[in-house]
């Protein structure tokens, strides 16, 4: 079983900066990708950002210039830097791990139960 955490959600004013951290771990072989999606009252979750084990990172247009993914893979972690946000950001913000299991081997895909990020204007 593989279980994913978040941290870092909150209020913040337009134009300042947030991070949003997440931690994955339980029966672990590997963790392949990691990235974050988000979902606004009424929208669809989309992708914000998203990150091979290489290193290799894409972004949504929206946020592209704006928002920073990284990861640490010996701590099995993932953080997204968010800078000039903007209300539109506002949403829940989700991690998604793909990883390897240490029993069986398993290809398997997990969700963090979401950190809410608020832009006020």
């Known amino acids: 079983q593989v279980n994913v955490a978040e941290s870092g959600g909150g209020l913040v004013q337009a134009g300042g900066p947030l991070r949003l951290s997440c931690t994955a771990s339980g029966s672990i072989f590997r963790v392949d990708a990691m990235g974050w999606y988000r979902q606004a009252p009424g929208k669809q979750r989309e992708l914000v950002a998203g990150?091979?084990?290489?290193?290799?990172?894409n972004y949504a247009d929206s946020v592209k210039g704006r928002f920073t993914i990284s990861r640490d893979n010996a701590k099995n972690t993932v953080s997204l830097q968010m800078n000039s946000l903007k209300p539109e950001d506002t949403a829940v913000y989700y991690c998604?791990?793909?990883?390897?299991?240490?029993?069986?081997?398993?290809?398997?895909?997990?969700w963090g139960q979401g950190t809410l990020v608020t832009v006020s204007s």
């Open positions: 990150i091979t084990r290489g290193g290799s990172a």
């Open positions: 998604n791990v793909r990883s390897v299991t240490s029993l069986g081997l398993k290809t398997v895909e997990d």
